[in-house]
């Protein structure tokens, strides 16, 4: 005797908050019938969109919707909805999108985001609300866009203990370091073409400053390390001769870029952390100097990639798109429908966290620094038996520490930048 087929779950009902770049993407997919069909050949079962919320529901889209999606700007008519089972929010921001958050867990749905801002700057806060609405937090999306790092970080590693976590996560800065060491051109002129062609936003400040990689290098530390990091206190300067030298990656010049690769290495702006010391973490987003070949180095143009240091698998990495609409949908569709198969929410089984004890960054200790003096030779000469290579006016050092090297290049400019040169493990 055959068995009764099982009764096909009941479709997840949800709204979609944000039509832009990344809610385009995911609202086109849930209402195309062949991507329908793709999830049931998987045995899953596809959301049923039901309502979008925008700013101004009248102004066309370039997507058209069914008659029975209900549109409003009326983000919290749709939270409060009680036969809305779960809200995709991408609208962005911390304001806003910190409201409706919380009003959608509060009201028993369940949610997933993009929003690494709001993570960042709320993530204690909103994990308690979550845990304590008994409700699920999805949020794969917001870090490294499409490839899924944080569902294999907190579940397929969990029998390993993580040591390390680092990558290139903002795909602009990548673009722009990648654009002015091939064709050796300066940071406006490639900023302003990577803006003209969409690659950078309007106001850049967030990416080419290292902002939004401190945020999603805050998400990472969560899962890795168990606690939220104080973002604001994650660097994004390099550390320069005297004081800090200028955010994220707009104090690289197109000289720094050339004197590393006459030494075989190239600058990428790494986001990186380590657990330190009593509930301290080490996290740090600065332009960092790695040799051309290692996976760092050879990640150009927008690609991501990020690295799991753990024991005992060794190294693992994650590598693809970061952002853009359609790999960006991947992420948040793909917690949809973990959603949609009871999975709860991104950090699974870990235990509650909340802010870590202390950020401090990893300048301390002994490793070897890259500069690029504007004369060489009195810098190599000061550097005397620090000095481990030199070509085309580019300088490295033996392990050293950064006081240490400070103390022999007083005589340089005090802007010079000194990016730490990061080994392969
Ligand atoms: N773009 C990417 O590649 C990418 C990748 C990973 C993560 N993310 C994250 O995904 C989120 C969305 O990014 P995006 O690039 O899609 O942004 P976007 O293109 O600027 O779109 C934002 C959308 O949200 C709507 N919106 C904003 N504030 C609103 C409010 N207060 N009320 C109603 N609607 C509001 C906007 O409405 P109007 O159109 O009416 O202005 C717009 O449709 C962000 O958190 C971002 O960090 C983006």
Sequence with gaps: MTRPAPAPARPLRIAVLGLGTVGRSVVGALIDPAWQVGVRARGLVPPELVAVGVRDPERPRGIVLP???????????????????????????????????????????????????????????????????????????????????????????????????????????????????????????????????????????????????????????????????????????????????????????????????????????????????????????????????SPLGATGGVTNLVEVVAEPVGRVSFRGPGAGGPATASAVLGDLLALGRGAGSTWGALPPAGWAGAVTDDLDGERSWLLVPPDPDPAAAALGPLLLARADGAVVTRPCGLADLRARCAGLPPDLALYPVIPEV
């Design 67 to 293: 008659e029975r999606v209900r549109r409003s700007a009326d983000l919290l008519e749709i939270v409060a909805d009680p036969t809305i089972d779960a809200i995709v929010e991408v609208i962005g921001g911390t304001d806003d999108a910190g409201i409706v958050v919380r009003r959608a867990m509060a009201s028993g749905k369940s949610v997933v985001t993009a929003n690494k801002a709001l993570l960042a700057e709320r993530g204690p806060a909103l994990e308690q609300a979550a845990r304590d609405a008994d409700v699920a937090l999805r949020f794969e999306a917001a870090v490294a866009g499409g490839i899924p790092v944080l569902g294999p970080l907190v579940s397929d590693l969990a029998a390993n203990r993580i040591d390390a976590v680092r990558g290139i996560v903002n795909g602009t800065t990548n673009h722009i370091l990648s654009a002015m060491a091939q064709d050796g051109r300066d940071y406006a002129d490639v900023l302003r073409e990577a803006q003209e062609r969409g690659y950078a936003e309007a106001d850049p400040s967030g990416d080419v400053e290292g902002h939004d990689a401190a945020n999603k290098l805050a998400v990472l530390v969560r899962l890795a390390f168990g606690a939220w990091p104080t973002v604001s206190r994650i660097r994004v300067t390099p550390p320069a001769v005297a004081g800090d030298g200028a955010p994220g990656i707009t104090g690289v010049r197109t000289e720094d870029l050339a004197g590393a690769h006459a030494l075989g290495m190239m600058i990428r702006l790494v986001a990186r952390a380590e657990p330190g010391a009593d509930g301290a973490v080490r996290a740090a987003v600065t332009p960092v100097a790695v040799r051309e070949s």
